[in-house]
């Protein structure tokens, strides 16, 4: 009598090792799979990986009332004259704060951001006391191969606080003094690739 019962519980410890060994093996595999998964997402999630960096502004004088590139409206203003040159190194700066690469111009097959300035107006006067606030306007387009993908427009002139209350957040958030034209621009294109090249999905264009 000893003898099956020992034969059946050894059959009993053979099955449930085998099934062990199955569940073992379909952990590892698992385990397996989602690495390969994770290394190949990497990649893919991080998919702007080089830029061509397209800035130019407006001719003095232009009176264009839409947007060469996009045809949205605009209003030209007052230009800097070196406005193009700062805010191609904004953009520059900001694209290597993001561990993104860039290249100047445009290549073939490589998306690229255009950049059309077409207000730059510096501030007179200080930090805490001004004639004129500084006031920047401006559209990036994400482009590749001279078609059109997103579209993001910055037209910011900075208020006092006593002529709109709504903007008493960002008059803090900016220190509670009179930025000047670069700080804006920097703003706006922070913003801007906020919008342009978010890595963890595509975003409507800013307005």
Known sequence: MFFPFFYAGFLIELDMFAQLKKQSHFFFACLLGGIACIAFAVPAVHAVSDLGVVVEQLKDGD????????????????IHTDAAVILKVKLKTALTDRNIGYSDG????????????????????????????????????????????????????????????????????RGGRWVTAEELAEEGINAGLDELVETKGPTEPGE
Do not use: W
């Open 63 to 78: 009176k264009a009332t839409r947007c060469p590139v996009c045809g949205r409206a605009i209003s030209p203003g007052v």
């Open 106 to 173: 445009m290549k073939k097959d490589q998306p690229y951001i255009h950049v059309l300035v077409y207000r730059f107006q510096e501030r007179k006067g200080g930090n805490f006391a001004i004639e004129k606030p500084a006031a920047v306007a401006f559209h990036m387009h994400l482009m590749k191969d001279n078609m059109l993908g997103k579209i993001f427009t910055y037209a910011e002139e900075q208020k006092a606080l006593t002529q709109n209350l709504f903007t008493v957040g960002k008059f803090f958030s």
